[in-house]
């Protein structure tokens, strides 16, 4: 009973001690600003707040004429761990996402460089995010499909970190091209690593696909007219295509890219075989072609996919990443 006694006082007096021990402060973020940007760092991070800076006011200044960022403040937070980046990406805190933005809030988060793989550019990347907020402010987000916002940024961003025309050109081969009506949904944060990789390099070849097909400014006059009218209706005053039959035209046109794909890299067996599947399969489609092109309109003309209401969180809103 004594010895019970003896060690329920030592465990009281331990406690007692404990807490009359103030609890070390938790370390806060810091935070730096000019102009309309604020950027959110924790301290080590100074030289990586100043260069993400210059990098907003950069983006900005490069966009201006077409994306101009108005007066409302956007801030940034440089994630220097997984939790804290997750603790703002919600469902896209995934070791493969760099960055996410809230476009209509106005605020990004981005992990450190050093979080980022070797093959990530953080200087794109930030560019990225900052892009979706441009375009959040100067067109009507429920008239611009997902894919054409995340296609929009990749190009404009100067980002191909998918490899985009090899991934392709590999879907293709393999049957796996994303319908345009599944397109959107390869976003969500319930995808894979692999599934998102593909939507990206998806989207981003069909922008350029687009925007090489109508040139530079009537491509902006079609991202303009968002403001106002929805991308179907855009699209066909621009191109006088559907979403349906643009995406024929574009799916048809891969053939090109696939030959290229395998012509600008040392030529392996397998390189030989695919340029020499496709150009089985082109002379297929010369006798197919208008076959194939009044199915797709059939299955594709008019559908123009809405927006998805992604994850609720305190974090919430109009994520990109």
Known sequence: MNRLLWHIGLIACILTVAQAVPAAPAVQPQRVTKGIFTVEFWPGDEKIAEESLEILHET??????????????????????????????????????????????????????????????????????????????????????????????????????????????????????????????????????????????????????????????RFWELVAAMRVKPFDVALREATSLSPGAFYAAWRGSLWKVAIMTASASAFSVFNLMVVLVFLAWYRKRKRNQAIIQEWEEEELDDYSVSPVEWFEADYKEDDEF
């Open 60 to 217: 900005t200044a490069d966009f201006s004429l077409r994306l101009p960022a108005g007066n409302k403040p956007i801030r940034v937070t440089v994630c220097r761990n997984m939790q804290e980046f997750q603790a703002r990406a919600g469902g896209y805190g995934r070791t493969w996402v760099g960055g996410i933005s809230k476009s209509r809030s106005g605020l990004i988060a981005v992990k450190a460089p050093y979080l980022l793989p070797q093959s990530r550019d953080y200087y794109g990347l930030l560019r990225h995010e900052l892009l979706h907020v441009l375009l959040a402010r100067n067109v009507r987000e429920e008239y611009l499909p997902r894919w054409f916002n995340e296609g929009i940024v990749m190009v404009l961003s100067g980002e191909n970190r998918w490899g985009s025309a090899a991934r392709v050109a590999g879907m293709y081969a393999s049957h796996n091209l994303i319908p345009y009506y599944n397109l959107d949904f390869a976003f969500l944060p319930l995808g894979d690593e692999i599934l998102s990789g593909d939507a990206y390099a998806q989207a981003y070849s069909m922008t350029r696909f687009l925007q090489n097909r109508i040139g530079e400014e």
